[in-house]
């Protein structure tokens, strides 16, 4: 596959396009804000679906419209349907999903919100806001667990080689191997 990025809206949020090299077929993560510059970037593939990381507002300002106007269903992680202020068409679960020719692994990763999901290809990690360059998600919610995003990050991202770039729903990329070393710290310091 091949990843662009664009970041949209006031909170700084990143929208990824996710396209099949051989096929153009996309999906496009997180339409979180200016819906122009979303379809802008989708543009020069065929997008099969909205897919949300995780049902907060700044993850989703920009997806009926998206969705309205290219006719794609907005996908998303049950246990995030009630949270989530749009409404939802299809679920999205852990596994493979085709795009195309080509296959990215979907993973559940609960702690910033229940239904939080990641997107994991040869080479990069699309985290939401589970992993970010110097430590997790934010965890101040009710419905949120420290120990549980933890636990997400060691057995979702931390698995992965060093050299895979993780590419959170905010602000800049890192990798695997710069972060990784830092579990225990995080851990200590309970964000």
């Known amino acids: 596959v091949r990843i662009r990025k664009t970041e949209v809206g006031g909170f700084g949020n990143n929208t990824y396009i996710v396209a099949c090299r051989q096929t153009g077929a996309s999906i496009i993560v997180d339409a979180a804000a200016d819906a122009d510059s979303v379809i ?8 099969m679906s909205v897919v949300i990381t995780h049902g907060h507002a700044d993850h989703v300002g920009a997806a009926l419209r998206v969705a309205g106007e290219l006719s794609l269903p907005i996908r998303l992680h049950v246990a995030d349907w009630e949270l989530c202020p749009i409404a939802i068409d299809e679920p999205l679960e852990p596994g493979e999903l085709r795009i195309g020719e080509a296959t990215v692994q979907l993973v559940h990763t609960p702690g910033h919100t229940p239904g939080s999901m990641g ?16 430590g997790p998600g934010a965890t101040r ?14 057995r979702e991202y931390f698995v992965l080689p060093d050299e895979t770039i993780v590419m959170p729903g905010h602000g800049l990329d890192t990798t695997i191997g710069k972060e990784r070393p830092a579990l225990p710290e995080w851990r200590e310091r309970r964000w």
Do not use: H, K, N, R
């Open 40 to 47: 802008a970037a989708a543009s020069d593939t065929e997008p």
């Open 119 to 134: 997107i994991v290809t040869a080479g990069a990690a699309i985290t939401g806001d589970t992993l970010f360059p110097g």
């Open 141 to 154: 919610f009710p419905y949120s667990d420290f120990d549980q995003i933890m636990d997400s990050i060691e």
